[in-house]
Nanobody, 123 residues
Framework: QVQLVESGGGLVQAGGSLRLSCAAS????????MGWFRQAPGKEREFVAT????????VYADSVKGRFTIYRINAKNTLYLQMNSLKPEDTAVYYC????????????????WGQGTQVTVSS
């Protein structure tokens, strides 16, 4: 059983940056592909980025490509999402998720989820 805890959210002005962290425990972190998803009020949860077990393969949603970077440090059991050039439409609760198999963009096939961290971008 893997436990995931996100941190690093907050309030930032448009154009600013934030770095989200996701600390994993209870399992062998390097066994899992990881993903970031987000959910804005009144909207469905959507894919943001995913990374394979060693960080050599990443996929991004078109809406964040070139602005966000997903990476992981397996020795620290931690996943990150560096978010630059933030826009008001990036406002959402951000979740990290883990799955035993390869990278995936569909939230329904992830096995473990964190509780989320709020990101608010003001205009």
């Amino acid at each position: 059983q893997v436990q995931l805890v996100e941190s690093g959210g907050g309030l930032v002005q448009a154009g600013g940056s934030l770095r989200l962290s996701c600390a994993a425990s209870g399992g062998t972190f390097s066994n899992y592909a990881m993903g970031w998803f987000r959910q804005a009020p009144g909207k469905e949860r959507e894919f943001v980025a995913t990374i394979n077990w060693y960080g050599g393969n990443t996929v991004y949603a078109d809406s964040v490509k070139g602005r966000f970077t997903i990476y992981r440090i397996n020795a620290k059991n931690t996943l990150y999402l560096q978010m630059n050039s933030l826009k008001p439409e990036d406002t959402a609760v951000y979740y990290c998720a883990a799955r035993r198999d390869g990278i995936a963009t569909m939230s329904t096939i992830y096995d473990y989820w964190g509780q989320g961290t709020q990101v608010t971008v003001s205009s």
